[in-house]
């Protein structure tokens, strides 16, 4: 009887540690996939966003595309190929989240959208508007990292399905943002301050020449005026950024 005892009581501490031993894989697989998941992004970096009411915390990674599907790492033309990163804004106080190419440089938030801009050679404005309110969730990090997840595969996609551009030139005339030794040559300008003005986002330009200007947005994201060198430039109608394409999505 006494063997039996025995040998009830080591199937039982077996059993335990069987169960235990399930317990702790079934734990550590999904913290080590969110570890993985975790290192393809950089560390993260906080800006500041200007908005409405004063300037918010955004958080930075930066992810780089995949290679092609087809390449086994021998192909030349490949290789010669420049990375393309993704880059992620997240703004905890809004619960936004934007996912774009990493030239953005320049955000600000209005209304429910994150905001992205950079000045192209073109002597156009390139806009990026994303608005993606990441779900509210018992456990926060893992409701983002899903999001963020999900965005990258869908900008990775078509990278260029969320861009907007508005013509400078087309704006404040073809004399506007010409190079300072060829006139033939459009200049770029840089972004040099972006602020609110009652509840209008007002992005200022400057050139190398030193000339500025100014473009003026409303909650629509819609130039409503601008202006050069502190003169108003007309603007007749609202202007509404261009899209680059069709896609829907």
């Not at 975790?38 to 800006?47: F, H, L, M, T, Y």
């Not at 420049?82 to 992620?88: D, F, H, L, Q, T």
């Amino acid at each position: 009887m006494q063997a039996n005892r025995i040998r009830n009581g080591a199937s039982i501490v077996a059993t335990l540690l069987a169960a235990g031993l399930a317990l702790q894989a079934t734990k550590a697989y999904p913290e080590s996939e969110a570890e993985e998941r975790n290192a393809d992004w950089s560390k993260p970096r906080v800006i500041a966003l200007p908005a409405e009411g004063g300037a918010v915390k955004g958080i930075v990674r930066i992810r780089p595309l995949p290679n092609s599907e087809n390449n086994d790492g021998n192909d030349p033309l490949e290789a010669r190929r420049p990375v393309i990163n993704i880059k992620a804004v997240f703004v905890p106080r809004k619960n936004l989240l934007w996912v774009g190419t990493s030239e953005y440089e320049h955000f600000f938030v209005v209304k429910d959208k994150i905001v992205a801009l950079y000045p192209t050679a073109g002597a156009d404005l390139s806009i990026s508007i994303v608005s993606v309110p990441v779900p509210k969730s018992a456990d926060a990090d893992e409701a983002l990292h899903e999001e963020l997840d999900r965005c990258f595969h869908r900008i990775a996609e078509k990278p260029l399905r969320y861009q907007y551009w508005i013509s400078l030139r087309k704006l404040f005339g073809q004399d506007a943002f010409i190079g300072q030794h060829d006139p033939r040559v459009p200049s770029v300008p840089r972004i040099s301050g972006i602020s609110f003005d009652r509840g209008h986002a007002v992005i200022t330009l400057a050139e190398a020449n030193e000339r500025s200007t100014t473009l003026t947005f409303n909650a629509d994201l819609q130039v409503i005026a601008a202006s050069q060198n502190g003169h108003p430039i007309p603007v007749p109608a609202p202007i509404a950024p261009q899209k680059l394409t069709n896609d829907k999505d």
